[in-house]
């Protein structure tokens, strides 16, 4: 894999993690149980894309996949401002998991043609997953294209997607901490 | 709207009710009755069939206990179990 692939996939990898980790928080208190398991279940799997991600990166970095998922300062973390927020509104969470999907389709299709076989073809079994959540994604823009909370959301949120990724909100920081706090406080005789 | 949700677990088996479901439409039924049943590999197939469609039939009317129309209504135990008991005593008698 090149550099450029190498900074794309750890991208992909901080924004799936993240995004998986802000999505969780939904779990329990979805507004009816069918969503709640369907959109918990595409937390999962973004957690696993990113997992699978961080193993692939480590295996070259001669690291494991969990010390690059938690061992960085949050300053470190190569995600995108959008993916950080907490979003306890339904109708944000909705936009965010549109516009996300959208960007992600692109830059997965991207990988896909790399010459990297071991980068391609991660990259083509993710979006193998990641075609359900743009279906799941579509079937909630259609449904609240025309209500004004979810076009003000789009609005709102759509230049955090587009904003660098040398910043970050404050948001991760707390998020940073959470994510990382069992991993930190090394309890005795543990071994990860 | 309320979904009903059949699974097949093998190809080849009848389709057996699974559970239901609520969905705001269609699509979104597939997709929750995919993540409710098949996402484990436990269902080779689904139907999802709105409840609405469904013609339920819950009076069985048999006033006279016809009950030689099924299979359970002749106990061929007892009647085995008579016929032993019958024939039984019959060689009791021819023997004395």
Not at chain 1, 126 to 137: F, K, N, P, Q
Not at chain 1, 154 to 178: F, I, K, N, V, Y
């Amino acid at each position: 894999m090149n550099e450029q692939e190498a900074r794309s996939l750890l991208e992909i990898a901080d924004d799936e993690l993240i995004l998986g980790w802000r999505d969780s928080e939904w779990t329990g208190i979805a507004p009816f149980l069918e969503e709640d398991v369907a959109f918990s279940s595409i937390a999962q799997n973004e957690i696993g894309h990113a997992r699978a991600i961080y193993e692939l990166l480590s295996r070259e970095r001669g690291t494991t996949a969990d010390e690059l998922a938690f061992d960085r300062s949050p300053g470190e973390y190569r995600s995108a401002r959008i993916v950080e927020l907490r979003l306890p509104e339904g109708e944000r969470t909705v936009a965010r998991h549109y516009l996300y999907e959208q960007a992600d389709a692109t830059r997965l299709e991207r990988l896909k043609q790399s010459n990297d076989p071991a980068v391609a073809g991660l990259a083509a079994k993710i979006d193998r997953e990641e075609a359900y959540h743009r279906m799941h994604a579509a079937m909630w823009f259609d449904r609240l294209e025309h209500e004004p909370r979810f076009t003000a959301a789009l609005d709102d949120l759509q230049p955090l997607l587009d904003a660098g990724r040398d910043e970050h909100t404050s948001e991760l920081q707390e998020l940073w901490e959470e994510m990382t706090m069992v991993r930190r406080s090394q309890p005795v005789g543990t071994a990860w | 709207m309320i979904y009903e949700v059949f699974r097949q677990e093998r190809k080849g088996q009848p389709f057996q009710h699974a559970g239901s479901l609520e969905a705001a439409n269609h699509d979104f039924a597939e997709s929750y009755a995919k993540e409710f049943y098949g996402r484990r590999g436990e269902s080779q197939a689904l139907w999802v069939v709105p409840r609405e469609a469904i013609i339920e039939v819950e009076d069985f009317v048999d006033e006279l206990n016809r009950n030689y129309h099924r299979v359970d209504g002749y106990s061929l135990k007892d009647k085995l179990r008579r016929a032993r008991e019958r024939a039984g005593s019959a060689l009791v008698a021819r023997d004395r």
